[in-house]
Every structure is written in C-alpha cells, then in structure tokens.
T-cell receptor, first 113, second 113 residues
Framework: KAGVTQTPRYLIKTRGQQVTLSCSPI?????VSWYQQTPGQGLQFLFE???????NKGNFPGRFSGRQFSNSRSEMNVSTLELGDSALYLC????????????FGQGTRLTVV | GENVEQHPSTLSVQEGDSAVIKCTYS??????FPWYKQELGKRPQLIID?????GEKKDQRIAVTLNKTAKHFSLHITETQPEDSAVYFC????????????FGKGTHLIIQP
C-alpha cells in the first residue's frame, strides 16, 4: 500500500506570494491533518479534514486554509507569505477521525525569501 | 486548548542502557497518546501509542506508561542501540470525533557507543 504522498517536496517563494501544497493520503484513509514544523516551535497542528469537512483547527491566522476533495486528497494554501512561514509542512492521514494512528508524509519544505 | 510538556530536551545514554522520556498534558479530555520518532531529514514515524483506558503498553524494547490522574505519560526504551538515536515526540489527541495532535517539543536522544 502506498504511503502518504506530499507534493512538491521543496518550494521557494517570495514574500507576499501564495502557495498551495498537496497531500494524497493512504488509500482508504479519510482523515487528513496538516502540521507546521519549525526548529523553534516544533510540530504545530494547523487543521484536520474528514470527509471533505474541516473538523478541527489550530491557532494559525486566516492566511492558512485548506480543503479536502471527495477522493480524500487535501490541499493547503498559504496566502500573503511571510518570512516566518518558512517551515516543513507535514500532512498525516488516518483511517478515521478521532484518536487513530496517523501516518505522516515526507513533507514539503517551504522557504520564503 | 491542550498543552503538552516534554522532558528532557536532550538525553544522552550509553549503548545498552535504558532511556526514559516524560510528558505531561493539560486537558483531562485527551484520550489518545502516540509517540513518534523522527530521524534527521525524515518524516515522523509512529513507534507506539496508548489510549486512556490502558495503563501500560509494550512492544519489544519500547514501552509506554500512562497515569491519567497525574496527566503524565512516559516512553521507556530498554537496551538502547545506535539506531535509536533520533528525536522523539510525544503527543496528545482529544479524539472524540475530531483529530489533531498536540505535540511536545521533542527529545533528542543520543546513544553513546
């Protein structure tokens, strides 16, 4: 069974631009969560989608948004990029929502210059 | 919201000795506690998890204990080996129909030969 796939692996963007990251969960998994990982703040929860609905949201500004499609693939969008948005963005998929094993993708390394 | 504290931030042990990493959580509604191992440049990988209706769980050299009253859980690694060197993260999830993990800041485990 294929694992969680994130694209692209690396991105370099300029301040003020926007970016869209993609996550394909493990086949059959319906929950996708997104996390931001930085050396200073560690792993921080962004949001979770289950059956195309956002179920939970972390403490991030409205510039961070996401969506989930009917095939469970998810996208995350960051608008008006800031230097502080530079991070590794990880998505994790779970079979169901609510305290089930989460499997992470390799992440997208975003650098804002 | 949930807050997870993890200690120590760095742990150095001799090969063959045991390692213990401790975490506390703040929300008594949390009911799922996974541990992840992240090697340099790789994705976090689930190594063991425990639910709030269980006090202890073992998997070969790895064990996790949970004290719901104290809101405290720990990871125990016995007979440490060089390949155990990595950053370990504890996390807590409320479960109950919505996902989203709150992570500790991580412990850098160093196995000295």
């Amino acid at each position: 069974k294929a694992g969680v796939t994130q694209t692209p692996r690396y991105l370099i963007k300029t301040r003020g631009q926007q970016v869209t990251l993609s996550c394909s969960p493990i086949s059959g998994h319906r929950s996708v969560s997104w996390y931001q990982q930085t050396p200073g703040q560690g792993l921080q929860f962004l949001f979770e989608y289950f059956s195309e609905t956002q179920r939970n949201k972390g403490n991030f500004p409205g510039r961070f948004s996401g969506r989930q499609f009917s095939n469970s693939r998810s996208e995350m969008n960051v608008s008006t990029l800031e230097l502080g948005d530079s991070a590794l963005y990880l998505c994790a998929s779970s079979l169901e929502s609510g305290g089930t094993e989460a499997f992470f993708g390799q992440g997208t390394r975003l650098t804002v210059v | 919201g949930e807050n997870v504290e993890q200690h120590p931030s760095t742990l150095s042990v001799q090969e063959g000795d045991s390692a213990v990493i401790k975490c506390t959580y703040s929300d008594s509604a949390s009911n799922y506690f996974p541990w992840y191992k992240q090697e340099l440049g790789k994705r976090p990988q689930l190594i063991i998890d425990i639910r709030s209706n269980v006090g202890e769980k073992k998997d070969q050299r790895i064990a996790v204990t949970l004290n719901k009253t104290a809101k405290h859980f720990s990871l125990h690694i016995t007979e440490t080996q060089p390949e155990d060197s990595a950053v370990y993260f504890c996390a807590a999830s409320m479960g109950g129909g919505a996902d989203g993990l709150t992570f500790g800041k991580g412990t850098h485990l160093i196995i000295q030969p």
